[in-house]
């Protein structure tokens, strides 16, 4: 898959390192909790779309930068890239 990071062009995936869901953010349960069913939450309950989807990527092997990625779970046809944060 290349995705085409907006500060250094198309990329390899390998350059990459995929950071989780872009617009349903999971709250972090309180650090001093011990609610065992929060934290199995908060880890591992993700929706799994079939679909449009927006994912958090870093180009971690290129300008490190953070990017939004609208990429397709069934085809991985990426139709939109935004970086996030300050852009300087």
Do not use: K
Request: net charge negative.
């Amino acid at each position: 898959m290349i995705i085409p990071c907006p500060f250094c062009g198309p990329r390899d995936l390998s350059e990459f390192s995929y950071c989780g869901d872009a617009d349903n953010l999971a709250a972090r349960p309180d650090p001093a909790s011990t609610d065992q069913a929060a934290w199995n939450g908060y880890v591992y309950d993700r929706a799994n779309p079939a679909g449009a989807h927006a994912e958090i990527w870093q180009h971690a092997g290129g300008c490190r930068r953070h990017l939004r990625v609208v990429r397709n779970t069934v085809t991985h046809e990426i139709s939109g890239v935004t970086m996030l944060g300050p852009q300087g």
